[in-house]
């Protein structure tokens, strides 16, 4: 105790003027204009509680993805019998997974049981009569793997929008089978962000039938190989929409799975936004080969089933570029911007729970919680230095830079503070002073036994440090369990407790031991104020 080296102190102090430089851009009121721009600006995120915002439950339509997969299975087999000159009378998908396909009488069943096997692994024969008639369906383990695939691909494209649309922290979790949790703090357009996340984005590219009768179409008799689909028709004059029916080819020509990037621009004749696409190089081979094939037809433009546009194609395109207009206001066109490039949805999303948190109540939530902060607080801080004498006082001055540095921490790791942290944080208050009863209680049991002060002091930290570790070592895994398996609410106490937890044990056994050291430093102490 007699020497007390000057790296400890150094260090104390650096703890503190960095604790304090990461906690001052937080603090109410904004960063002074004197603040230089070199010193750290991170300011700690606020939970969906705390500022408002918006909560989701949405359910991921798993069956359609199912659907989906069986269709392009239904594609894949059409294009490999005409490609193996397999010859057959019908081909169509059959209820959600299953597959019927009635084959021409002089078809080589032996060569069309091996196309089977090579193009549709994923299939299995129900049953056949051994002649024409076939049925096929997905294998159970693969559909229970796309419907897991379609979960997990469908948290990763949402949380890719999201991150384009700059919301601060959202959670973005699975929960269950096939459903998932969204929490966005501080949105403010709901209707935009909920219109955003639900975007299937589904691009595709179909030529329109000239030659079939869209009159008869309209009537319900659709040619085979086609499909009506409407977009909306604009008079430049008047602005009125109206749906504009289109008579298309059923089969996709180029999917929106080629895509690589997708920008707002704006036309040359109206100056009005539109999305600039680009295409892989397998993508704009396939475009260029399209609009060579198909000079002088339109080809259309469509996005989740609706036309955006049809436009006739002049010559080859090349270069692997395309435009997307459809009268979108920029935010329409930066958002369908942002869903071409985060990528299609695999299936559709249902919102089955949504709660907008106002502001007001957050403001509420901050102002309740930094009073409990400051209530609990301040009673642990009295009852230190009332009966711990001098050293409570102490324990009270590592409490401080406890907090200090938990709010250091949290504005340089840019976590989000949630009302359950702040909770966490009023617990802290008091564990941090644990640590510091436990050293306490055993110098008081060495003075006791007749040791001198600086002797019972040396022991008291030595001796109670085990049990510290201990105690603080198995709250720690239980935070690291919870930040692993919580939701965002649970998580937030889970780092709030995890950080002051690492902390106090350094307040509490380093801090407190350099200031008793400083005090009593080449000093003759007969009796210690505790």
């Known amino acids: 105790m007699r020497h007390l080296p000057l790296w400890k102190p150094l260090s104390v102090l650096l703890v503190l003027v960095v604790s304090f430089l990461f906690t001052f851009p937080s603090i109410p009121g904004g960063l002074p204009q004197w603040w230089p721009e070199w010193l750290p600006r991170q300011v700690i995120q606020q939970g969906l509680d705390l500022q408002g915002g918006l909560h989701l439950l949405m359910q991921v339509e798993v069956d359609k993805a199912v659907e989906q997969v069986t269709e392009n299975q239904v594609d894949d087999l059409r294009s490999a019998l005409r490609k193996a000159r397999l010859r057959y009378r019908s081909l169509e998908r059959n209820g959600l997974d299953g597959i019927t396909i009635a084959l021409s009488e002089d078809t080589d069943r032996g060569a069309f049981r091996e196309l089977l096997g090579k193009e549709a692994p994923s299939m299995q024969v129900v049953s056949d009569d051994g002649e024409s008639t076939w049925r096929l369906t997905l294998k159970p383990d693969e559909q229970k793997e796309i419907r897991k695939l379609a979960v997990d691909q469908s948290v990763q494209t949402i949380r890719s929008r999201i991150d384009q649309f700059g919301v601060a922290e959202p959670t973005i979790q699975k929960q269950g089978e096939d459903r998932i949790l969204l929490q966005l703090p501080g949105i403010k357009d709901v209707a935009r962000a909920k219109e955003l996340i639900r975007s299937t984005a589904l691009l595709e590219f179909k030529m329109v039938d000239e030659k079939g ?3 008869a ?3 319900g008799r659709v040619p085979a190989g086609d499909v009506v689909l409407y977009g909306d028709r604009i008079d430049r004059e008047t602005g009125k929409v109206t749906k504009q029916p289109y008579l298309l080819t059923k089969r996709t020509v180029l999917s929106g799975k080629r895509l690589t990037d997708a920008r707002v621009g704006f036309d040359n004749e109206f100056n009005e936004p539109q999305v600039h696409i680009t295409f892989d ?21 469509v996005l989740d089933g609706k036309v955006h546009s049809a436009p006739v194609i002049r010559e080859r395109i090349d270069g692997g570029r395309a435009n997307i207009s459809g009268n979108f206001t920029p935010e329409e066109a930066n958002d369908l911007a942002i869903t071409l490039r985060s990528g299609a949805l695999p299936a559709p999303l249902t919102f089955i729970e949504e709660r907008t948190v106002g502001p007001t109540l957050g403001s509420d939530s901050v102002r309740e919680g930094l009073n409990s902060v400051l209530l609990g607080g301040g009673l642990v801080l009295v009852f230190m230095a009332l009966y711990y004498k001098g050293f409570g006082m102490v324990a009270n001055v590592a409490v401080l830079l406890n907090i200090f540095i938990l709010m250091a921490v949290l504005a340089m790791l840019g976590a989000t503070l949630t009302l359950p942290g702040m909770a966490g944080a009023v617990l802290l208050v008091g564990m941090s002073v644990d640590a510091n009863v436990l050293i306490f209680e055993r110098i008081r049991e060495e003075l006791r036994l007749g040791k001198t002060p600086l002797a019972a002091v040396d022991h008291g930290y030595d001796r109670a440090f085990s049990t510290i570790l201990d105690s603080n070592l198995t709250t720690l895994i239980t935070a690291l369990v919870l930040y692993q398996f919580g ?19 350094f307040t509490a056994i380093f801090v407190t031991r350099v200031i008793i050291a400083m005090v009593l430093h080449n000093r003759r102490i007969k009796r210690l104020s505790i």
Not at 287 to 292: D, V
Not at 487 to 505: E, N
């Open 217 to 219: 179409a309209l009537n």
């Open 487 to 505: 939701t965002g609410p649970v998580r937030g106490f889970a780092v709030t407790l995890s950080i002051g937890l690492v902390a106090s044990m």
């Open 213 to 215: 009768d869209l009159g």
């Open 281 to 301: 190089r397998q993508g704009a081979r396939k475009f260029a080969e399209l609009t060579s094939e198909h000079v002088n037809e339109r080809m259309a433009i």
